[in-house]
């Protein structure tokens, strides 16, 4: 079994590898430059050397057999494992600077980005490349390795499969604030709803769900001045409106500071989860684990 392992051509799961990925010779052979009948070959080689075959053809498509599909899910693990150790140990390799890519929700706090990236701010050894997203895109980034983590306030999605996870970072309160009210008298929860027009996020948000919710409880249908899904423009209008605002106060924390804003009530069952999503990986990006507080944190 031994000598058979250290006889396995690699250069032919590799050509096996891209005809699976591409569904079709025509296609790997022009990513690979070689001719069809030439890569034909190749995967014949490899089928004999295992045994099996790994294709049939349906229609004008290459399907793969029982045996293909279990050969390709050793091979995306290879190549997967091959990309990550030439990316970790060639960052490793030099002493000079590291780079850590973060992809963030784009309605997500510009406040909390900051302080999660704080430790590496102004590091001359790190390079920090940020992009912002919808979470579909930037976790599919994230599979593919084109990101190190990506800070959202919706955890990626259950998947037994999936090698994704999530690590919870903060679970930060929700409150209704705006302008100083010019009066002496207590910001009433709910009642005083009726008098003042909202700010809101939009209805995607989780935050925002839960608070419709608190609303129709108290059968209330208050007055709703705008719909926002990014944090910061309902910052600005927060600032710049009358009304009353429903945001978590980290988004504000300037302004509640100086007393441009106010902080009129806290709403107790509302709540924001904040959220560094990873993927799983036998070489993890060693900055990773550095903002995360320790090697493994715990996961959601």
Do not use: C
């Not at 022009?30 to 294709?55: D, Y």
């Not at 029982?66 to 002493?95: C, K, N, P």
């Not at 700010?199 to 419709?212: G, H, K, T």
């Amino acid at each position: 079994m031994q000598n058979e392992i250290r006889a396995l051509n690699f250069n032919h799961l590799r050509y096996f590898w891209a005809v699976a990925h591409e569904g079709s010779l025509t296609g790997a052979a022009a990513r690979l430059n070689l001719s069809q009948s030439a890569l034909s070959v190749q995967i014949q080689k490899l089928e004999h050397q295992i045994g099996h075959s790994l294709f049939e053809r349906v229609g004008r498509r290459l399907v793969l057999t029982e045996a293909g599909q279990i050969a390709l899910d050793y091979a995306d693990t290879v190549f997967q494992a091959g990309q990550e150790l030439l990316t970790t140990l060639g960052e490793r390799a030099s002493d000079r600077r590291q780079t850590l890519r973060v992809g963030a929700q784009t309605t997500l706090s510009r406040n909390f980005q900051l302080e999660f990236l704080r430790p590496l701010v102004g590091r001359a050894d790190v390079e920090l490349v940020v992009r912002s997203g919808n979470t579909k895109d930037l976790f599919q980034q994230l599979d593919a390795h084109a990101l190190d983590v990506v800070l959202t306030n919706t955890a990626a999605p259950p998947d037994a499969r999936s090698l994704l996870r999530n690590h919870l970072l903060a679970e930060q309160p929700v409150s209704l604030v705006g302008r100083p009210l010019g009066t002496k008298q207590r910001f009433r929860f709910p009642d005083d709803l009726s008098q003042h027009a909202l700010l809101l996020p939009s209805q995607d948000s989780e935050i925002r769900v839960a608070f419709d919710r608190l609303l129709e409880i108290a059968q209330l249908r208050p007055t709703i001045l705008a719909e926002v899904d990014d944090m910061a423009m309902l910052r600005l209008l927060a600032r710049e409106r009358d009304g009353i605002t429903l945001v978590p106060p980290i988004v504000v924390r300037d302004e509640l500071k100086t007393g441009i804003l106010v902080e009129h009530q806290r709403i107790p069952e509302v709540t924001e989860r904040f959220y560094a999503v990873v993927k799983k990986r036998r070489f993890p990006n060693r900055l990773v684990a550095h903002l995360l507080g320790r090697p493994t944190a715990d996961q959601v």
